[in-house]
C-alpha cells in the first residue's frame, strides 16, 4: 500500500511544500496579529486552501490537453496583461491588478506559467532544432512580448522573472552557449557599470574570459568583447549624462538601498536587523520584537523572510533554506528523469521561476541583491502568486506520477 502511494505521490516535492506552507501561516499569522490586520491572515489561509485544490486539479489534468492549450492560455495571459495596462489597479506603484468586485488577481503572474508553457511547446515540435538562430529569435519574441508588456505596468522586478525563464529553458533545450553568453554579456556589463568602475573591470575581464573559452575566431571575439565594453561604457555616460538626478536616484537606491535609509533602503537595514536579532535559535514564536513592533512595514510580503528569521534563528533560516534546497533538487531530478520534452522542459520552466524568485528575495532580506518587490515562493502573502505557484507543483507531481507515460 505504502509503495503504491509512493509510485504516484512525489514525496520529495509534497513534503517539503506542506512544511513551506506551515511556516508561512505561521509567519503570516505573526506578522498580522494586531487589530485590523487578522483579515490578512484569514485571506491568506483561503488562498492557500484554494491553492490546493488548483494544485490537484492540475495533478489530474492531461499532459497533452495542457500541451495543445499552451497557445491559447498563452494569448490569453498577453490579452489580461494588455487589459491591466488601461484599467489595473495601482498598488505600490505599479498599475498590476485587475480588480473583479473584491477579487483582485495579478496577470503577469498567470503569464509567468504560461510563458513556461508557451516556450516549452515551441522548442518541444519536431521541426523546432536548438542551433537554428531563427529558435532564439522566435522563442527571444515569445518572452519579449510578456516582459515588455509587464515593464508597462511598471513592474520591473516580475518583469525580470521572464528573462531567468527564458534563460533557464533555452538552455535546457541545449542552445548553443556561446548565443545565451551574447544576450547575458550586455545586460550583466550595464548592471556592473552602475556599481564602480572596479566591479565593471571585474565583470569585463570574466566575460573576456568566457568569450575566449567559446574558442570561436578571434577577430569575432575581439569584436563581441569591443562592443559589449562600449555598451557597459555607454550606459555609464547615459546615467550621469543624460538621466536626470531623481532617475539616477532611483537606479542608485536600487542598487544600493543603503545610500536611501529613510526611504527605499528602510525595509532593507529593517530586514538585516530583524535576521541578525534572531541569533542561533531565535526570539520564539511571536516574540521578535523587529516583527511583533513592526519595524518592516508589510512584512507578510516581500519580506516574509525576516519573520521566522527572527523568530526561530538561524537554525530556521537554515531549515527553510533546507526545504527550498530540497524542493530545486527534486525539481530538477525530475526534469532529467522525464524524457518526454514538453514536460521536461516545462518542468526546468518551474525550477528557473522558483530558483530566481528564492535567490533575489532572500537576497533582498539579507541586502545581497537589489528590492525589486517580488515574492518567495509558498512564503509571502498573495493570492496570485500562491496559486499560480501552487499550479505548478500539482503539475510537477503530475509528471511525476505520469513519469512512465512521458518517456
Not at 65 to 72: F, P, Y
Not at 214 to 229: C, E, G, Q, Y
Not at 301 to 308: K, L, R, S
Request: charged letters at 10%; hydrophobic letters at 60%.
Amino acid at each position: 500500500m505504502v509503495r503504491g502511494i509512493g509510485d504516484k505521490i512525489d514525496f520529495k516535492i509534497l513534503l517539503p511544500l506542506l512544511i513551506l506552507l506551515l511556516v508561512s501561516v505561521l509567519s503570516i499569522y505573526s506578522a498580522t496579529k494586531l487589530p485590523g490586520q487578522y483579515s490578512i491572515f484569514l485571506k491568506h489561509v483561503l488562498w492557500i486552501i484554494s491553492g490546493i485544490f488548483i494544485a490537484v486539479f492540475f495533478y489530474f489534468f492531461p499532459v497533452q490537453r495542457l500541451l495543445s492549450l499552451s497557445v491559447l492560455l498563452y494569448i490569453i495571459s498577453l490579452a489580461f496583461l494588455v487589459i491591466v495596462i488601461f484599467i489595473g489597479k495601482k498598488v505600490s506603484g505599479s498599475a498590476s491588478w485587475i480588480q473583479i468586485g473584491k477579487f483582485q488577481f495579478q496577470p503577469s503572474e498567470f503569464a509567468k506559467f504560461t510563458t513556461i508553457l508557451i516556450l516549452a511547446y515551441f522548442l518541444s515540435k519536431r521541426n523546432v532544432r536548438a542551433d537554428n538562430p531563427v529558435t532564439l529569435i522566435v522563442a527571444g519574441i515569445l518572452t519579449f512580448i510578456p516582459f515588455f508588456l509587464t515593464i508597462l505596468q511598471p513592474d520591473f522586478g516580475t518583469a525580470i522573472v521572464f528573462g531567468a525563464i527564458f534563460l533557464g529553458i533555452m538552455f535546457w533545450a541545449e542552445v548553443p552557449v556561446f548565443w545565451l553568453l551574447l544576450l547575458l554579456a550586455p545586460v550583466v556589463l550595464i548592471i556592473a557599470s552602475f556599481f564602480s568602475i572596479k566591479v565593471f573591470i571585474a565583470a569585463s575581464i570574466l566575460i573576456t574570459i568566457l568569450f575566449l573559452l567559446m574558442r570561436k575566431p578571434f577577430v569575432l571575439t575581439f569584436m563581441i568583447v569591443a562592443m559589449n565594453l562600449m555598451i557597459g561604457l555607454t550606459s555609464e555616460h547615459i546615467y550621469h549624462k543624460v538621466l536626470k538626478p531623481h532617475q539616477q536616484k532611483r537606479i542608485s537606491t536600487f542598487l544600493n538601498p543603503a545610500k536611501d535609509p529613510l526611504g527605499a533602503g528602510y525595509n532593507v537595514i529593517q530586514s538585516k536587523i530583524a535576521i541578525g536579532s534572531g541569533g542561533l535559535i531565535g526570539k520564539g514564536f511571536m516574540k521578535g520584537t523587529q516583527t511583533q513592533l513592526r519595524f518592516v512595514p508589510a512584512q507578510w510580503t516581500d519580506f516574509i523572510f525576516c519573520v521566522p528569521a527572527e523568530e526561530f534563528g538561524f537554525v530556521g533560516s537554515v531549515t527553510i533554506l533546507l526545504l527550498y534546497l530540497i524542493l530545486l533538487w527534486r525539481v530538477i531530478n525530475l526534469a532529467t528523469l522525464i524524457k518526454q520534452r514538453f514536460a521536461s522542459l516545462v518542468a526546468i520552466g518551474i525550477f528557473s521561476t522558483w530558483f530566481f524568485h528564492i535567490m533575489v528575495n532572500i537576497g533582498m532580506t539579507l541586502g545581497l541583491s537589489p528590492v525589486i518587490g517580488i515574492w518567495l515562493p509558498f512564503l509571502s502573502y498573495g493570492g496570485s502568486a500562491m496559486w499560480v505557484n501552487m499550479a505548478m507543483a500539482g503539475l510537477l507531481m503530475n509528471f511525476y506520477a505520469n513519469r512512465r507515460e512521458l518517456n
